[in-house]
């Protein structure tokens, strides 16, 4: 069945400290990839996406994520984080036309 | 350019009433979809419309919910009657394509929806 798995529910994290948050997915088609973040009070906003080309994918604010095929991984990373980036972070895989979404990760972030 | 609303934002209602959530999508955006989050669980595909046809209404639950799309443009989301079971946020996405770099789904707000 296509799931996506994040192996870590939540991540605290001092500012400037670098993040990786990690994703595996099980899908057997085609890969498109997405990483949405969900800051306190707002709505799910699309971070990063990767769909074909280059598997090291930048995105917006400074992350940027890896497709690793062999690993069947989309990790997330920024080398050094805000404050600001405390928020909850989707990964998800493009399955038909829906979005089969992990659990999620929380990021807390202190200053 | 004006993203894709939902209303309302919060809705309280008892078991065995009926709720009507509302979406509006990115204007142009032929696709749009209905995602539902349960607390402590991921979010979920309901279903997919194509200007007002349904693509795919796979996830949908049961026959207790039912979504429209009349005339391409906004959609709404039954549940009648609603049960304990269905609290949670429901999500609305929009979509220009479907494949390609222009399938990039953009999320609303959600609605939370509590029932008692």
């Known amino acids: 069945a296509q799931s996506v798995s994040q192996h870590n529910h939540h991540v605290i994290l001092s500012e400037a400290a670098s993040l990786e948050l990690g994703c595996n997915y099980s899908?057997?088609?085609?890969?498109?990839l997405f990483w949405y973040v969900q800051y306190p009070g707002q709505h799910l906003q699309l971070l990063l996406k990767?769909?074909?080309?280059?598997?090291l994918v930048k995105g917006i604010k400074g992350f940027e994520a890896e497709f690793i095929k062999s690993k069947f991984s989309f990790n997330l990373r920024k080398p050094s984080v805000q404050w600001s980036d405390t928020a909850e972070y989707f990964c998800a895989v493009k399955a038909g036309t829906a979005l089969i979404f992990g659990k999620g990760t929380t990021l807390s972030v202190s200053s | 350019e004006a993203g894709v609303t939902q209303f309302p934002s919060h809705s309280v209602i008892e078991k065995g009433q009926t709720v009507t959530l509302r979406c509006d999508p990115i204007?142009?955006?032929?696709?749009l979809y209905w995602y539902r989050r349960v607390m402590g669980k991921e979010i979920k595909f309901l279903l997919h419309f194509v200007k007002e046809s349904k693509q795919d209404e796979s996830g949908m639950p049961n026959n207790r919910f039912l979504a429209e799309r009349t005339g391409g443009t906004y959609s709404t989301l039954k549940v009648q009657p609603a049960e304990l079971e269905d609290s949670g946020v429901y999500f609305c996405a929009s979509s220009q394509e479907t494949r390609g770099q222009s399938d990039t789904q953009y999320f609303g707000p959600g609605t939370r929806l509590t029932v008692l």
């Open positions: 990767y769909f074909s080309g280059d598997p």
């Open positions: 899908y057997g088609g085609t890969v498109n």
């Open positions: 204007s142009g955006h032929d696709n």
